[in-house]
């Protein structure tokens, strides 16, 4: 896909031949991606694979050895991130959610296998509908998209280095502090602090219910929500049941 913001999954359905010794998922991405194998998250770097540019994308690798099963579904979410969002300054309606990614397999009995990004891949669009790093995020559970075969991308390998800076994980798990009633009405969650993050929430609500989060640092002098230092930024999240 094409669209702007749009996310796009791509599955690649494979079988083992052997009891395996190690396997490594080489991957990285025009755009942020986020990988999964036979349900499970594949490594824990955050918004990977970091800041991009259009002159150089870093790679990473992850052992994906216990997640391996006799039959594996690999699955890669791909959005625009720095690539292509508004952050970077640079927005275009053509650029597609690429990935580029190969499985290294060693069997046991010492035999080699390797698994590339190919048109034996299938791509589709995720009920992620929108991921930008500046807007938010909108997310209909009720949304689904037929597979068809991936397109494969004539593009410059040479912009593809392998990871050079820090990788952005998972530091701590904040529980709110305060539950505020705003002077306006508004209900506000107070984590007591600024940060750097995103928040998890278990809802109770109807299919096709539609919540929404937006995010701020401070209150006004009276004491309700206050974003306007964002500017353009919506930073919101949106979910739909």
Do not use: M
């Not at 918004?47 to 050895?65: I, N």
């Not at 009633?181 to 219910?209: R, S, V």
């Amino acid at each position: 896909s094409n669209i702007l913001y749009e996310c796009v999954r791509h599955i690649k359905e494979f079988s083992l031949k052997g009891r395996v010794k190690k396997a490594t998922l080489c991957v990285t991405s025009l755009g942020c991606y986020y990988p999964l194998l036979n349900g499970h998250r594949v490594g824990d770097f955050i918004l990977a694979p970091g800041f991009t540019s259009r002159k150089r994308v870093q790679y990473q690798e992850y052992d994906v050895t216990e997640l391996l099963r006799c039959d594996n579904k690999l699955e890669i979410v791909v959005g625009d991130g720095w690539y292509n969002g508004k952050i970077n300054f640079v927005v275009a309606n053509d650029v597609p959610k690429a990935l580029i990614c190969q499985i290294d397999i060693l069997y046991s009995d010492k035999t080699k296998e390797t698994l590339v990004s190919d048109d034996t891949w299938l791509s589709c669009k995720d009920k992620l509908r929108f991921a930008e790093l500046y807007d938010g995020e909108i997310y209909d559970s009720n949304f689904s998209d037929e597979p068809v075969r991936a397109q494969v991308l004539d593009h410059d390998k040479k912009i593809i280095v392998k990871q050079q800076g820090v990788y952005v994980k998972e530091q701590q798990r904040l529980s709110p502090l305060d539950i505020i009633k705003a002077p306006n009405g508004d209900t506000l969650i107070d984590f007591g602090q600024n940060l750097t993050g995103y928040f998890e929430f278990t809802l109770n609500a109807k299919k096709g219910d539609r919540v929404a989060f937006t995010v701020c640092e401070e209150l006004d002098k009276d004491g309700n929500f206050y974003n306007d230092n964002y500017r353009t930024a919506k930073n919101r999240v949106t979910y739909v049941l």
